[in-house]
């Protein structure tokens, strides 16, 4: 009886276990990849933005403080040595010297006077009617009257020296490249007011990041070590050697600066340019794409690819730095083995891949790895 009463429910509770029983984990897609082959690093080269400067640029200033009353150069105006830039307003200079001539006119005669005085004493003192002492008291005088004259004839000078300077003149022939003061302003002793740069040599000056300061340094005074490239001009390169290297980093961008001697080369002050700098080939140093190289348990892990059975592997890598969009690599791969460079983050242990091909390329293709080169 019990039978017949469960036979009718055998095929619903199949069902219902069947539907109860988990599903299967759906299977890995075969993801597209871009692939290298490690290879040792050839020697390549490297760009940075320079912009073109004089070898020597001075501020000037006013030796005395003033009122600007007027500027005769302009930003981007030649000039010669000696040319007449800017003028303060000279009136109370005017006025000190002619006090210090004064004083010194009345210091003068003073001299004078004492110079008379103690001849007459000496020939008083001959004759007995003054005492030593006191011919001694005049000689006194006379001196003090000397050292009175000196000082207010030094002190002239001075002050026709500081009504001269209310005058700012070019002390070398070169171009205006930057005005800091406009007439009307009062400026004090030293304020910058003009830039000028000199005529004469020229520097391609470009910043470098702390792992290039050694090669730099190393080229310092090295004939022809640089090429630099005008970027509005098709021209052959201009050849340059590093002349000095910043023994500091710049405390905001934390580069070097680095300026190249390219002589009297035919440039405008102010163009931008690339400075190209060729690396030596490094035996056995290996390097990667920055996007090859992923964490993985905090470990620098990159997937090492079997083309037998096109699946790929986590493989710990060591590195020793970075260079621009690339990583160098001390150690984990060998040369020879196939490395992923794009698509690490949605891999797994394993899983397998096909090798991604741009359209029109050959499929399978890998290329190998150093330098700049081009993956699939």
């Known amino acids: 009886m019990k039978r017949l009463l469960l036979a009718p429910l055998l095929p619903l509770i199949a069902t219902a276990l069947i539907a109860c029983s988990p599903k299967p984990p759906p299977a890995q897609p075969t993801r597209a990849v871009r692939t ?10 490297h760009e940075y933005a320079a912009e073109i400067r004089a070898r020597t640029e001075s501020r000037l200033g006013f030796r005395v403080g003033g009122k600007l009353v007027s500027r005769s150069a302009d930003l981007g105006d030649a000039v010669r040595a000696g040319q007449v830039l800017a003028q303060l307003d000279p009136r109370d200079l005017q006025l000190g010297q002619q006090a210090a001539q004064a004083a010194l006119g009345a210091a003068k005669a003073n001299f004078e006077l004492s110079q008379t005085e103690f001849k007459r004493y000496q020939e008083l003192r001959e004759q007995g009617f003054i005492s030593r002492l006191e011919l001694e008291r005049r000689a006194t005088g006379l001196v003090a009257a000397q050292a009175q004259y000196e000082q207010a004839r030094v002190q002239a000078g001075m002050q026709g020296n500081q009504a001269r300077y209310a005058t700012l003149s070019a002390d070398a022939s070169g171009v205006i490249t930057g005005v800091d003061a406009e007439p009307g302003a009062v400026v004090a002793a030293g304020a910058p007011v003009l830039r000028l740069a000199h005529d004469g040599p020229r520097d391609a000056v470009f910043n470098v990041p702390e792992d290039r300061v050694a090669q730099m340094r190393s080229l310092l005074g090295v004939t022809n070590a640089l ?86 592997r986590p493989q710990a890598v060591r590195l020793t730095g970075a260079e621009g969009n690339d990583v160098v690599i001390a150690g984990g791969v060998s040369l020879g083995e196939t490395v992923v460079v794009a698509g690490v983050h949605v891999l797994s242990a394993g899983q397998k891949v096909r090798l991604y091909a741009e359209r029109g ?16």
Not at 36 to 45: D, H, K, Q, Y
């Open 361 to 376: 390329a050959q499929a399978g293709h890998t290329a190998p790895l150093g330098g700049s080169v081009a993956t699939r």
């Open 227 to 312: 090429q630099v490239t005008l970027w509005n001009d098709r021209a052959a390169p201009i050849v340059a050697t590093v002349r000095e290297v910043a023994a500091a980093a710049d405390p905001t961008t934390r580069t070097f600066v680095v300026k190249a001697d390219i002589g009297r080369a035919a440039v405008r002050l102010g163009q931008t340019a690339a400075v190209r700098v060729e690396s030596p080939h490094v035996v056995g140093q290996i390097k990667l794409p920055l996007p090859a190289v992923f964490e993985l348990r905090g470990v620098p892990t990159v997937w090492v690819l079997d083309r037998a059975s096109m699946t790929v």
């Open 36 to 45: 290298a082959v490690v290879a040792s690093t050839a020697g390549g080269a």
